[in-house]
């Protein structure tokens, strides 16, 4: 079955860099664009960061532009997400998405595969 496994969250401090790595299995990792949601209690899931199907091109919400770089290894079928220069105002369960569509994935709130989550903290 699709798994797509998140690693690399944790409590860290304002102004630090952390990388969040998702490794993925049983699907043609090719065929899917790649993704970073997360979600904070109360609040709606909110698209972060989304790289194309050969990892040509990424996608980011504008509050994240320019701390956070999305890039993926077809050969390695992983996906990860550097975040630099970290705010409170990140702190987020983060969800690593998979769907072929890259509109759905970008736009469309919703992705056909979802991993567990991993959890992000920032304290300022």
């Known amino acids: 079955q699709v798994q797509l496994l998140e690693s690399g969250g944790g409590l860290v401090q304002a102004g630090d860099s952390l990388t969040l790595s998702c490794a993925v299995s049983?699907?043609?990792?090719?065929?899917?664009?790649m993704g970073w949601y997360r979600q904070t209690p109360g609040k709606e899931r909110e698209f972060v960061a989304a790289?194309?199907?050969?990892?040509?091109?990424?996608y980011y919400t504008d509050s994240v532009k320019g701390r956070f770089t999305a890039s993926r290894d077809n050969a390695k079928n992983t996906v990860n997400l550097q975040m630099n220069s970290l705010k409170p105002e990140d702190t987020a369960v983060y969800y690593c998405?998979?769907?072929?569509?890259?509109?759905?994935?970008?736009?469309?709130?919703?992705?056909?595969?979802w991993g567990q989550g991993t959890q992000v903290t920032v304290s300022s």
């Open positions: 790289v194309s199907w050969s990892g040509a091109s990424t």
């Open positions: 049983g699907l043609t990792f090719s065929d899917y664009f």
């Open positions: 998405v998979a769907d072929p569509s890259g509109s759905k994935l970008r736009v469309g709130n919703d992705a056909d595969y």
